[in-house]
């Protein structure tokens, strides 16, 4: 359904149950300090921190947490935080003032009175998505010598805003299960908003009954310097796989119909026929580009769940 008219079917549920509705932008403000953004390095593998800043205003947050001796002092002040989210993209922190509605609708509406400030900070920090806008450490890509050192626990900032020097030559693999034209907008306003130095090679593959043409379309957005089309076998096997060659047939017929970008972009357009083949590729193709301000290559692999599960076996096909 069409947004508008998912809205009106919720409101008229809610309103038929007897149900508060709440509009998550009266309720939290936010801001994406993307000058803010880090790499840790976690026992799980290398992440991206990105830090929000949230804003709840006062007459809520004494409807949660206050009592009779606060509103008759006036009331609580606003509830301003900051939170480091492993969750990265204005996206995810549109997601994560949901949360926090949800969270301040739970306490005051439902009953839920342990839910307090501190835990629902720490639940945002804690949260994470696998497979979303993740950078995959090399260990991940074992036995293929041909993509290069990995991340090394050295690296606290990301490149190309506050990094370490020797961070700045690397390469780094990112890894987003996006499928729709809806998720590759994200991840493409992403990608240029933490990497607007890199180079960036995309490695993509997709399930057959995709809206492909959209899809590359969005991904085209962040124009990438190359993009290499391969092959990844979708629930187990091959069959629902779209084949490499009709990857590039719609990304060749989205740049022609496509007027977000810029008609000066040139794209090196590549396949690949799997996904090993497809990152050595896209390591060997960035190798000889030269990012602005010794900014890092970025490699996006994307366009499926299922490209994410290859990237994270020890047998990647």
Known sequence: QGEGVAEAVVLME??????????????????????????????GGVIIKNVVSFQVPGELVDACFGGPETSAAGGLDAWEFDASLSLVGRHQASNAATAIASSLALRSDAGY???????????????SLPGRFQVVDDVHLDGMDEIGAGIGAQTDHIPGISEPEEARKRVLTIVDGAHTKASARCVAETLRQLFPDSKLAVVMAMAADKGHEGFCSEIQKAQPNVVVFTETPIAGGQARSAGPGALAGAWRVAKMKNRSVDRTWR????????????LAKARHELSGEASAKDAPGIILVCGSLSIFKSCMRKDVT
């Open 267 to 278: 794209c090196r357009e590549l396949i690949q026929a799997n996904v090993r083949s497809a």
């Open 113 to 127: 009175d342990r839910i307090s400030r501190a835990s629902i900070q720490t639940g945002l920090e804690m949260a």
């Open 14 to 43: 809610a309103s038929e149950r007897r149900v508060k509705t709440y509009r998550v932008e009266a309720v939290v403000g936010y801001h994406v300090e993307d000058e803010r953004a880090c790499l840790k390095e976690t026992p």
